[in-house]
């Protein structure tokens, strides 16, 4: 498990899912919770950068580390996060890191909303 030091910043999670109704339009239904406090640590993509003519493109996602606790998926909104941080990002994807005997903590991939 990842040591409770290295978790030095706090988010929101919003979970969201979809109910398996559509409304009035034809767009699935959507409820949303909040978990605000999470535990975390953001983490900058690194040495994943491409130079183009036209200027910088980053090829890896900024990303956010939780306890194996945390019930976070693709599609979530993280927010509320520290200064460098503080925008609200969507799940991309989310992967395990083991441990030499369990899961040691998920990974999210974050892509910038706002």
């Known amino acids: 498990m990842i040591p409770p030091a ?5 988010c929101s999670v919003t979970h969201r899912e979809d109910t398996g109704e559509v409304d009035a339009y034809g767009v699935p239904v959507v409820t949303t919770t909040t978990q605000t406090g999470v535990k975390c640590r ?25 306890p194996p606790t945390v019930a976070v998926t ?13 925008k609200t990002y969507t799940v991309k994807s989310v992967k395990a890191v083991y441990g030499p ?13 706002t």
Request: no cysteine; hydrophobic share 45%.
């Open 6 to 10: 290295l978790l030095i910043h706090t």
């Open 42 to 66: 953001f983490v900058a993509p690194k040495g994943d950068l491409k130079v183009l003519e036209s200027g910088e493109h980053v090829t890896a996602l900024p990303g956010v580390l939780f």
């Open 74 to 86: 693709e599609r979530d909104v993280v927010s509320d996060g520290p200064l460098g941080f503080d």
């Open 101 to 113: 005997t369990s899961i040691s903590h998920l990974k999210a991939e974050l892509e910038a909303v």
